[in-house]
């Protein structure tokens, strides 16, 4: 076990980051010329460290973060102090990486003034280079036109819409009926409209996210929404099976470090419990 994780080790710090980061503008011509966009969500400082070594091409700083590491019910509990303390952490691990971090709940579905200001606090301390808002209202769209105008990238994210999953009815795929699709087919056409320089659609019918993508030409990036999108979004820890116990069916894991952290913990007790641990090669002699 300790060989296996020596080797993951050594593999990850061998990686170098094969290329500056990329811009807005690379972005656009990445979906012009098909090459697909990758983007993981890193919540610390080592996710992002590690991520970025991968080579990924965007990282998002989720409110999932409430979810996955601090043990929120929703993202609903998360709050712009929880954002900057962790999007701060992970512009730390990944200086050379694209960085997008969401507006948390009620931060952004205020009056403009303190939409703006809030939006001010949330970009210059964590130095973000995007901030993702959920949802395409009249209200959302008109920030993101003024964020835009004042020198503050917007990703919008539409379809499932954790923030509103009370208003939505649950967790469930939408665009399902004729109706829905319409109106995210007009929410994307709008989110271009605006200024908003990609796109997030999480949980949507394969073929409506492909009729999105052909539309527009901002990048799509799909959670959960079929292979056609520009680009493909998963969290660091269902990738990795690290602390998730159950993945929602878009989901692929790639590793399963429960079962090797948990194995290399349990190896830690019995060698205190057995006295193998600490030997001489791990204690000071004289």
Known sequence: MEEKLNCIQQKL?????????????????????????????????PSAKTVEAANIDMILVGDSLGN??????????VTLDDMIHHASAVRRGADDTFIVVDMPFMTYNISIEDSLRNARRLFQQTKAHTLKLEGASQEVLELTSRLTEAGIPVVLHIGLQPQSVHVLGGY????????????????AKNAEKYGAMGVVLECIPKDLAKEITEIVQIPTIGIGS?????GQVLVYHDVLLYGSERTPKFVKSYSDLNQITMDAIKDYITDVKEKAFPSDEHSYLK
């Open 226 to 230: 079929g292979v056609h999108c520009d």
């Open 68 to 77: 996955v590491v601090l043990g929120y019910e929703s993202t609903i509990e």
């Open 13 to 45: 710090n061998g990686l170098k980051k094969g290329n500056s980061m990329l811009s807005r503008d690379q972005f656009l011509k990445m979906k012009q010329n098909g090459d697909k966009i990758t983007m993981m969500t890193a919540y610390d400082y």
């Open 172 to 187: 469930k795929v939408q665009g399902k009926s004729e109706e829905s699709r319409k109106q995210l087919i007009s929410d």
